[in-house]
């Protein structure tokens, strides 16, 4: 972690308020779990030059269950999004799917009939940019629709403003689309493929989403599911985009 993002994150973490003066050093905690992501090695498998990892593993996880990892995200969007030119809060978006693999680990896992898949899937909403705004992770044998309503009930303040999101007509169209104006001050914009060709086609705004899941297959943790909790697997998904706007940033 450069100079110049630990500047970024140093006043946004916790501080200790009881017990005796912390000893350990956050930058190389920080350091110690971006490292996880960028080589997929094992918590126990970190190099002496990083602190002991059931150290490291403790602060990720007390930092996954009480928010932090998420706040930091969303802070970080905010002030990317006004650096680029934007209003802080999107008023558009584009809404996806992936479905990974899982490894050995034992946890929840289903398969996926459309793309052969036994895993689990990724749902995330991007803005226009390709920052992510919000992400929940279930089984592979989850429908594209059922995993967009559960998506869209948990949605953080940062998207009071949604107006349109873009969606695949493949998973997203019928009766979710009447389900979300009904419910939602935004509505769904189904992208359809055109029918007169079968070869490769850009869809517009389509991409945007797609390029989000590119920069996320660089981190090789996120290149399956190594985790036995798919709150667990969220979290990776906001620190991978934690690293990519902080590189921005500075």
């Not at 558009?92 to 899982?102: F, I, N, P, R």
């Amino acid at each position: 972690m450069s100079n110049g993002a630990w500047r970024y994150l140093k006043p946004h973490l916790p501080v200790s308020a009881v017990g005796r003066p912390r000893e350990l050093s956050m930058r190389q905690v920080l350091n110690a779990i971006l490292y996880i992501l960028k080589t997929g090695c094992q918590w126990r498998q970190l190099p002496r030059e990083f602190p002991a990892w059931y150290s490291v593993n403790y602060y990720f996880h007390r930092w996954s269950h009480d928010g932090t990892w998420e706040r930091l995200h969303h802070l970080l969007r905010s002030r990317l999004r006004e650096k680029c030119g934007r209003h802080k809060q999107p008023t558009a978006g584009c809404l996806d799917s992936q479905s990974v693999k899982c490894s050995a680990v034992p946890g929840q896992r289903g398969f996926d009939a459309g793309k052969k898949i036994n895993g689990r899937k990724r749902h995330i909403l991007v803005d226009t940019l390709g920052l992510l705004l919000t992400v929940v992770v279930t089984v592979a044998s989850v429908q594209d629709r059922d995993g967009a309503r559960l998506l869209f009930r948990h949605l953080p303040g940062g998207c009071k403003r949604l107006r349109k999101i873009w969606v695949d007509g493949g998973g997203y169209s019928g009766r979710l689309v009447d389900w979300v104006a009904e419910r939602f001050k935004f509505c769904l914009e189904v992208v359809l493929r055109p029918r007169e060709t079968r070869k490769f086609v850009l869809l517009p705004r389509r991409w945007v989403v797609e390029r989000t899941f590119g920069w996320l297959n660089h981190s090789r943790r996120l290149s399956k599911s190594c985790e036995r909790l798919t709150r667990t697997d969220e979290t990776w998904v906001y620190i991978a985009m934690t690293r990519i706007m902080l590189r921005r940033l500075t």
